[in-house]
């Protein structure tokens, strides 16, 4: 009898919960999107399907201290939520589910590295497969920072193609012995660190790493890098999309912080499961003036 039907749920993500809702009817009304994610924090909030949003006043990225002990993500609610940001000499593990976008992560990656190269740190990046430098290079871009500082604070990791131009901040790297390899990008994270007398950032796509060497030389390299920064103080940033789930394990026991990125009805979610939070739902702020993530707990 009734024109409209709506069913809440309250279910659990990996023993974390998280609430739904589904139409399952609305008489003369068009019902494509059946479902959604809602919350009750501040009220009942039903959660739109993600969208990018244009920034219609850029403004240069600000950086955020940070506390005691820790960097800052470059994100108020991401620090919030983990208590202060991420330990120093620690590794960060980001891990994405199929159905999240490289949108979706950078969303959560790139205020860090906005928050690294404004306060005049170094950064290394091995990107994962399907970004390039061009695309670090737009990602910097998009929190106002410059080329100088790009050219001066950035070094990415490109497997060498006979089409690859020269940049500065770019360095091409054969993809065939794990040891050589791991020489220039320790000669290059020299020669940052010499030049910022600051800690560094490393952000590493495991997938690349991976493709090139196998997993035991990946997971080799990892782990001697990261030796190296923990002692150095500096901060390793590991990428790992979906279709490993040995290296998804190995890098779980390793991970100071581990983070999970993935989609339901439409939403980007974000939780942590080392240290354990609730679920956030994940949409884009750009009030600043730049991409910002905003996080909503799911409660």
Not at 238 to 267: C, F, N, Q, S
Not at 276 to 284: D, F, G, Q, R
Request: net charge positive; glycine share 8%; aromatic share 8%.
């Amino acid at each position: 009898m009734a024109d409209g039907i709506i069913v809440l749920k309250r279910g659990l993500l990996e023993r974390r919960p998280l609430r739904e809702l589904e139409v399952l009817k609305m008489r003369g009304a068009s019902t494509s999107r059946v479902g959604a994610v809602f919350t009750l924090e501040g009220g009942f909030k039903v959660f739109p399907p993600f969208k990018p949003k244009t920034v219609e006043v850029a403004r240069k990225f600000e950086p955020r201290p940070d506390p005691e002990g820790y960097f800052s993500t470059g994100s108020r609610d991401l620090d919030e939520v983990l208590g202060g940001g991420y330990p120093k000499g620690s590794l960060v593990v980001v891990e994405v589910d199929k159905p999240v976008s490289m949108l979706h992560y950078h969303l959560v990656t790139n205020p860090t590295l906005w928050n690294f190269i404004a306060q005049g740190r170094g950064v290394l990046i091995v990107p994962t497969a399907g970004v390039d430098h061009t695309v670090v290079k737009k990602d910097v871009f998009e929190g106002g920072l410059t080329a100088d500082e790009v050219n001066s604070l950035v070094r990415v990791f490109v497997r060498h193609y006979p089409e690859l131009r020269p940049e500065p901040y770019v360095i091409s790297f054969k993809g065939e012995d794990a040891k050589e390899d791991f020489e220039r990008y320790a000669s290059a994270a020299i020669e940052l660190r010499r030049r910022a007398r600051k800690p560094l950032l490393h952000i590493v796509g495991m997938d690349t790493l991976i493709d090139a060497y196998g997993r035991s030389e990946a997971l080799w390299l990892l782990r001697t890098g990261l030796a190296i920064g923990r002692t150095m103080g500096d901060l390793t940033m590991v990428i790992l999309k979906a279709g490993y789930p040995r290296a998804a394990e190995i890098l779980a026991a390793m991970a100071d912080v581990h983070l999970k990125i993935t989609r339901r009805r439409w939403t980007a979610l974000v939780y942590g499961v080392k240290p354990p939070t609730n679920v956030y739902a994940l949409e884009m702020d750009v009030s600043e003036g730049y991409p910002m993530p905003k996080l909503t707990p799911v409660v």
